[in-house]
């Protein structure tokens, strides 16, 4: 059974940075490419971005809004999913949800940017 | 990048009520077209993929269909479970985007 759990929300300031994690299980982690989105509260659903597998050049993409300020990375080791977030704005502010590519979704880490 | 818009934003209905949520996408997406279901508090869960295939462990009362630019998923008969809000998404594009939902609500 493939599971996701993220990890590693919380309260940050303007300007701050947070990393969160997404544990994967119960699927081939090194092959998989992998998601992050977002959902700010009471919106609807925003793509952030994407990595692909290493055997498929584990290249990433990014949203607009994010681009320059959030990396996605992956530790195969760990069968873990990252998204450092630098410089945060009080729009990032926003239930984070890793997926994978084939559409299993994790339950999501509330990210809360606010002074 | 890829715009999907979905109408109607928000719908009033009725348990047994036949619902239809459309979907259009600003160009082809083939049919690379998925559909989620979202309650309160929940992530979404996926319900249609690839326009038409029924997702292992929903009930068939959730259909799609469509290609190219125009899609549909219909609810044949509303139950009380099915109250929630649903997105289209497109994976055409390995940028996926999202319709910007629709609340189905209890009449």
């Known amino acids: 059974e493939v599971q996701l759990v993220e990890s590693g929300g919380g309260l940050v300031k303007p300007g701050g940075s947070l990393r969160l994690s997404c544990a994967a299980s119960?699927?081939?982690?090194?092959?998989?490419?992998m998601n992050w989105v977002r959902q700010a509260p009471g919106k609807g659903l925003e793509w952030v971005g994407r990595?692909?597998?290493?055997?498929?050049?584990?290249?990433?993409d990014y949203a607009a809004p994010v681009k320059g300020r959030f990396t996605i990375s992956g530790d195969d080791s760990k069968n873990t999913l990252y998204l450092q977030m630098n410089s945060l704005k009080t729009e990032d502010t926003a239930v984070y949800y890793c997926?994978?590519?084939?559409?299993?979704w994790g339950q999501g880490t509330l990210v809360t940017v606010s002074s | 990048d890829i715009q999907m818009t979905q109408s109607p934003s928000s719908l009033s209905a009725s348990v047994g009520d036949r619902v239809t949520i459309t979907c259009r996408a600003s160009?082809?997406?083939?049919?690379?077209l998925n559909w989620y279901q979202q309650k309160p508090g929940k992530a979404p869960q996926l319900l249609i993929y690839?326009?038409?295939s029924l997702q292992s462990g929903v009930p068939s009362r959730f259909s799609g269909s469509g290609s190219g630019t125009d899609f549909t998923l219909t609810i044949s008969s509303l139950q009380p479970e099915d109250f929630a809000t649903y997105y289209c998404?497109?994976?055409?594009?390995?940028?996926?985007?999202f319709g910007q939902g629709t609340k189905v609500e209890i009449k």
């Open positions: 997926a994978t590519h084939d559409f299993y």
């Open positions: 119960g699927f081939t982690f090194s092959n998989a490419w």
């Open positions: 998404q497109q994976s055409s594009s390995t940028l996926w985007t």
């Open positions: 160009q082809s997406i083939s049919s690379y």
């Open positions: 990595i692909k597998s290493k055997t498929d050049g584990g290249t990433t």
């Open positions: 690839s326009a038409s």
